[in-house]
């Protein structure tokens, strides 16, 4: 009965919460650019001032980076744990979104209505399906529905360089139950998802500099080294002719899934055409012999995410470049150890750069996979409250992406995670023109609503 | 007689040179970047004032792109035209200059006077070298000492676009018994050089496509293609474990040098150590078992002048790049057909390209190697000329650089060309902190007046 009200509270105040929504938005917290801090601590000031209309208890908590936002709030039954992220990845090339990224809107589009911006699939959209699900159960109910604790990261999206110090300083006041996550996706637009593995990530950047300036590739071409002609050799190197990572041991804890989930991912009937087909492409590009679903949620990657050398800008200049760099980063799964794995790197490239280059390693990130605890019943109590919101029955799914909070939560604070989210494949999160479905916003909000009843009951 | 008049009015005339030079470093003429086309123009303005203080018929002439300054004065004796570029190259990375490049200066350095700022080696300060060696000839004469034409290009650090239709839209009219050109260097600073053999040049940009946005390396990595992995892998195929170039038929035009050449060359005593020091470097890097002057004189190569992919900017992005691009150039020797070439690497590319990406094609420019006519008599009537006004015998040497328009003279015009130049190797040209010696401008003009007085004697 009592959630009855809060699914019709929900649904008559949809406008609004889209309206907050799009102010939050409208913020640029923009985590890994310096120039945009003052941005990313009005976004903290945003979710402090919104968690109070509450009657929660937050507050901007200080790091040597970004705040930590923190709210409490009091109630019987299990304490849960909400994690979100208020920051947002950079916006370039600018020139690819068909708005600007941080105004905000509500467009028609052949596929639904959508909140187009960046940040309204990961991770602002998200976070608030679940912070407006609170504020309609405190509506209807005068309180929330059991002890809440809130915890929103400002860098997650540049590495979360002070999430383990906060954490392992205030580790009795952020313990709880279980942790609720929400910054992943559905399996497809009728099929709601917990996450229950996740990959690691381990990040990696590598600068090789040669002659001490650039040099005229005519007065020196051919006598000097070319750093750009070294960092390409390492790239190339990186893969085998199979698509296999050839860095040293890479594969040594890598195990083959147990048949029952590889069973129940076939089952899925995941179309790898459509998935590749939605971003221009036709043949999945992985190792050979595994499936679609495979290579995105249970092998492991190595990916160039940018490299840069020389001249870059309009036109032509024969220039023997001094230095060459790329960002390189690993995805990660089952027992890889991210800190081995990074010293096997840096010693496979140590060895191919030649006598007259230098090579400096910048390290970003190194989080190891995560699986969770499906066994908890817990898990059978969310599956089941999600399924009687959407088509489809929820599935249990792999994320080829890191949310290394999990491991974290697991490891400093020895909490559980369960991962719930609602955005879809084609949210070009990262990618100019990220948008959220407003159904994905308005039935996430439902789902929560279902997902603390289911939990608190 | 008269040359030593005119030798001692450049002596004393040399601080008002320096100014006109200074005046004429000021406008930043870079060719290659549409946003300072007004600029280029205003230089071609400057020249054509300059030129008419000589009472030389000088005017601005249109071209598809920068215009071109052509003047003219009658006299007895040869026709000789005189060639020299007032654009520049890019200033970037501007952060490692150590003042404007465009507020030139005369500064005091450990190794003498030099004149610091963007074009002061190349090709202003070499250009002005002539211009002011027919300022005195003509202040102490009352005429110059022959029939000159001058040509001054706009564009030869952006490819020269405009010059092959230029010089065959006016064949006759710049059709000359010999070209001077004044864009090359010293053997060391106490060798003159007349550069008897240029490298020519082939410049291409090739940028691979995959997905049709920059996609997430979480959702999508593993399974989409990267351009990155794909162009590092292009790149590497380039060159082979012994530095020489992959690109079939690559050296089907190359021979080896005549014994006589190779023999005069060991007789220079090249320095590679000294030559790499100067620049943080030890060891040669080119082709096994080839000398240093081999690989910057006689040897094609192929380099990476610019490369970029993804996220380039500060921090981390976990983006998998939709694009892939790379600037690469080949110096150019003997016979080698730069079209044939150009032709022979694009299939070269093509073939590595997987079934999902796509690969553009832009051309920058495509000149074969030059040889000049050493046996005209000129030669060495300018040898000997250059070796009066320097501490050593002047040297007949090869270059590693590109000057096409040595090529474009003999092909469109029928003209032969000499190649008479002041700069060192420590000028930094195309590199910041550009700059040129006094003792290059100063010794420099006197050599011209030198050199037009055994030419027209």
């Not at 991912?265 to 043949?283: M, Q």
């Not at 489809?392 to 290394?404: C, K």
Request: with cysteine; hydrophobic share 40%.
């Amino acid at each position: 009965m009592s959630l009855k009200a809060v699914l019709s509270k929900i649904d008559g105040e949809i406008p609004i919460a889209l309206d907050r929504l799009t102010s939050f938005l409208r913020i640029p917290s923009i985590s890994t650019d310096p120039a945009f801090s003052d941005d990313v601590d009005r976004a903290a000031d945003w979710l402090v001032s919104d968690l109070s209309t509450l009657g929660i208890a937050a507050a901007k908590r200080p790091t040597n980076g970004h705040p930590m936002v923190v709210g409490h709030v009091g109630g019987s039954g299990p304490h849960l744990l909400f994690y979100g992220h208020y920051d947002v990845q950079p916006v370039d090339p600018i020139e690819l979104w068909s708005r600007d990224p941080f105004d905000p809107a509500v467009l028609d589009t052949c596929r639904g209505r959508v909140i187009a911006g960046r940040g309204s699939s990961d991770d602002k959209g998200q976070l608030m399906t679940f912070v407006e699900a609170c504020r309609a159960w405190k509506s209807v109910h005068g309180h929330l529905p059991c002890r809440l604790t809130f915890l929103f990261e400002g860098e997650e999206e540049s590495g979360s360089p002070s999430l383990v110090p906060f954490l392992k300083d205030n580790s009795d006041e952020l313990r709880a139950d279980l942790a609720l996550i929400c910054d992943s996706g559905m399996f497809d637009p009728q099929t709601p998802a917990i996450t229950t593995s996740l990959r690691g990530l381990l990040g990696e950047e590598i600068t090789i500099t040669g002659a001490d300036r650039d040099l005229h590739s005519g007065s020196f071409g051919g006598i000097a080294i070319n750093p750009a002609r070294v960092l390409a050799r390492i790239v190339a190197s990186l893969h085998d002719e199979k698509g296999r990572v050839t860095v040293p041991g890479f594969y040594d804890d890598v195990s083959e899934l147990p048949d029952m989930i590889e069973d129940q991912r076939k089952a899925l009937g995941f179309d790898e055409s459509a998935f590749l087909g939605e971003v221009g492409l036709a043949r999945p590009a992985g190792e050979e012999g595994r499936s679609g679903l495979e290579m995105i949620w249970s092998r492991p990657t190595c990916e160039v995410n940018g490299i840069s050398s020389g001249y870059t800008g309009e036109g032509f200049k024969t220039v023997l470049p001094s230095k060459a760099s790329a960002k390189i980063s690993f995805r990660l799964v089952g027992g890889q150890r991210p800190l081995r794995l990074r010293e096997s790197f840096r010693e496979m490239v140590r060895s191919m750069v030649p006598p007259d280059c230098t090579v400096e390693f910048t390290g970003h990130g190194a989080a190891p996979a995560c699986t969770m605890a499906t066994d908890d019943p817990s898990f059978e109590l969310a599956r089941n409250a999600l399924s009687d919101e959407w088509p489809n029955e929820a599935a249990f799914v792999g994320s080829g992406g890191s949310i290394p909070i999990a491991g974290y939560f697991k490891e400093i604070l020895g909490m559980e995670s369960m991962l719930i989210g609602f955005a879809r494949d084609d949210d070009r999160i990262h990618s100019p023109n990220e948008k959220y479905d407003l159904e994905s916003f308005h039935k996430g909000i439902r789902s929560w609503a279902r997902v603390l009843a289911a939990l608190t009951q």
